[in-house]
């Protein structure tokens, strides 16, 4: 540089200042603007919380706040029922601000006029006997009132405590709970998706699977650089990497006093070569996903960091390798996208099995009829309401004195792709409100019509006297178990099903419950998941066919971890409708201002890593109706589930049909039990499959991780026992 071009650049360094300083001004200013805005709006919030009906949701809402936000600023608006804010130990953190915008609040108000709904009765069945087989089709009895139960003392539902769920609201209100959101629509996908360039990675023998071919590789410390330098140089332009043995994420674990912070400390080991990728667009930081044992890392060169991404993903998403080395695992790859290619020409294996499965699904969006132009998402108020009160699979494990303290035996019964069976109907439209008096005026029959429906129910349940079996709806409860099955007669409580349940509650063939009707939605029934899961089940049946009867061992192996990965496919497909708050991971430089809102992850000399609650988003695939209404059939399945020969019911399986006190666990698609059940197994999805049998007797487990060592060993003595 000579002296000329160095006066030049001093000039124009004079020039950059004034305009910095200028710039800086401004923000101070904007700044001063911004703090006296927002003390005005903390003063009128404050304000507002001396209104008598104030509520801190709506009050969130008009301020642009959190209902924590809100809370903090006006205490008294605070949403948690009063016993739950007494008996709290310490504050709710900032992870759990979302949960209170969904607890109603405290003030005590007048119940709605409810209906008692119609007592739903059938033949009772012999328990110790596969059930009699039914008519084709069952005429509903004439609405009356349901069997009167003797005052008895509430019992308690959970040692946490109840916890109360949002309602419909009346007025004006109440119209958004009945509405879709203007210009959201599920459309078919008008292009193709790319494949990305994949890998598989033994990351404890240091075996990489590259195409037709497999290399050794050296991965040094196994950190997220080493292990990309290493399989860049391999296989160059490779852009996802699945690690199908040796979980270097969890190397060091026992530095950190949780895993995830091991997880997250790994993701964000430093390298010279590497960075975080940060994405671009709607991905703008979206960063590493931190997760305890499938966690995402997300990688772009130093040197180059905007350009294209290499992702370090879980091989456990899809199916657990349970030993398959990596070239089995690249051939199950290979089955599962050759047997979604029979039923989608433009199938594409993404990132993970939630991503693939709502594509293909966008795919079946039919192009003629009532929803060739796609399917409405439905208003951030009903979707939130779905969020707050549809519950996912059952997961229980019952408890002494209701089974005996030695088990007998333990016998596992697993339903066979079980939600599978669950698609051929589901809500679409904008659904109608049903109040309490509209369902007392229904006529019986059309009150059966209705729980039949494709339906949501607020309901208050009561578990009738000389009740001794299993709970059939679930109560909402603090804590992390959230839901609850009570099952102790005179019990009462208040929560949401689907019609599915609520119907079984009343017609099952021990005991009707009673059952008061507080207010429902009722959708319109369709078949928006019909062709997706018709699709996916033909798939996974040529898998499973595969994996019986190929000639070599290897291709067997691959077929049933395809057939497990359609599975997965399918779950997790659904459960992404269900569109719950999102939770956004990613990782701020020290030194710079974090975002607003975030939980603190773990922190180096260099990161720290955090997550927040985003919230809803403006998803055109956000159907949390979908899956509430499968996961609720799903619930009332593991109860009582027909087997049908056509349309003639020629049996009964599932809870109900088994002895009181024989059910130990429920684990959403599968049951415990304290001997072998008749049941048929043919098969076909939704089937009760046996799956282990662990001779007694047996201590009953106090905890969930008991049952799971317990369930290990039962299935291996069956395997045993099945290959004498």
Known sequence: MDRKTYTAELAGLRELRAGIAAAEKQVAAARKELDRLAAQRSRRVAGLAGYEGAKADAIAKAAGLSVGDVVRIAPLLDPTPAAVRAAAPAPVPVAEVAEAEEVADPAPVAEPPAAVAPALTRPAAVLEQPAPAEAPAEQPTPAVAAPVVPAAPVHPVAEAGPRELPTLPEGPAGARFEAVTIGLLSKRP?????????????????????????????????????ILDAVLATAPGTERVY?????????????????????AAWLNTPSERWTTAVGSGRDKLAGHFVHQRQPVGRYAPTAAPDSGTTEIRSMGEWFDPDGADVVTCRQAFTLLWQALRRHWD????????????????????????KWAGGYPVLSEELRGLLHATGGQGRTELVLPPRVPEQLPALVEYDRTFAYAKHLWKSPVGTPRRITAAAFAAMTGAEQVKALMSCSHWNVKVTVPQGWNHVGLLPAPVTGDRAWVYPSEPGTTFTTWAGGAEVHLALSNHLMPWKVEILGGLLFEDGKPLDEWGKRLKSAWADLTNLSRMHGDDRQRTAAYLASR??????????????????????????????????????RDDQVVTWQRQAGFSRDPYAHPEWAAYVWSGARAALLDMRYRQGKEVIG????????????VYFGTDGIALTERQPWPYRGEPGDYLLKGHLTGPVEHPTSQEQYLKLRGLGRAELAAEETR
């Open 190 to 226: 008008n292009f193709t998706q790319q494949a990305r360039s994949t890998v598989f990675l033994d990351a404890a023998a240091g075996m990489l699977a590259v195409r037709d071919q497999v290399v050794r590789v050296d991965l040094g410390a196994r950190t997220p650089g080493e």
């Open 346 to 369: 433009d199938a594409v294996l993404m990132g993970s099995p939630s991503q693939t499965g709502r594509d293909l699904w966008s795919r079946t969006v039919p192009a003629t009829g």
């Open 243 to 263: 690690i199908t043995a040796g979980a270097p994420w969890h190397d060091g674990a026992e530095r950190y006093s949780t895993l995830k912070d091991a997880v």
């Open 565 to 602: 990965a359609v599975r997965a496919v399918l779950l997790f497909g659904l459960g992404g409708f269900a569109q719950r708050p999102r939770l956004v991971s990613g990782t701020t430089p020290v030194g710079e201002t974090l975002p607003a809102g975030v939980e603190i992850l773990g």
């Open 652 to 663: 009964h399986a599932g809870a109900l049909h088994a002895k009181p006190g024989t059910v």
